[in-house]
């Protein structure tokens, strides 16, 4: 009889731990910009720099504040290659390195869309 007793409590002891480890709390989020980046991988994309410098339009129509507008300054309304960080929680950006990528068009007049 003892045996048994002994058996149920430790079973009821292991089922218990088992649903306590399953039920950890998630890490506190932080303020600290640096926080969000952490074993993140840099990210690449193309876009548009906004007339503020605090925005960026990137190629799928995907609007993006910039948290470290300096990084961007001199680029404003441009055309632009961004290497950044990026926080989906509160949609921002934290800007490595900025490349303007301006757009050069040109035509042949020897192509075939010109010929009749």
């Known amino acids: 009889m003892k045996r048994m007793l002994l058996g149920a409590l430790s079973v ?3 089922a218990s731990s088992l649903a ?3 039920d950890q709390a998630k890490p506190a989020k932080s303020d600290n910009p ?3 980046a952490t074993g993140a991988k840099p990210l690449t994309v193309s876009g548009k ?3 503020d410098g605090k925005t960026f339009l990137t190629d799928i129509d995907t609007e993006w504040n910039v948290s470290n507008a300096e ?8 055309l632009a290659t961004v290497k950044c960080f ?4 509160r949609n ?8 303007a990528s301006d757009v050069k068009t040109a035509s042949k007049t020897g192509d075939s869309a010109f010929r009749r």
């Open 92 to 99: 921002r950006i934290r800007v490595l390195s900025v490349k």
């Open 49 to 51: 720099i906004g007339n």
């Open 12 to 14: 009821a002891l292991v």
């Open 34 to 36: 640096g926080a969000w």
């Open 71 to 78: 990084a961007v300054k001199g680029y404003e309304g441009r």
């Open 20 to 22: 306590l480890a399953q």
């Open 86 to 89: 990026v926080d989906p929680e």
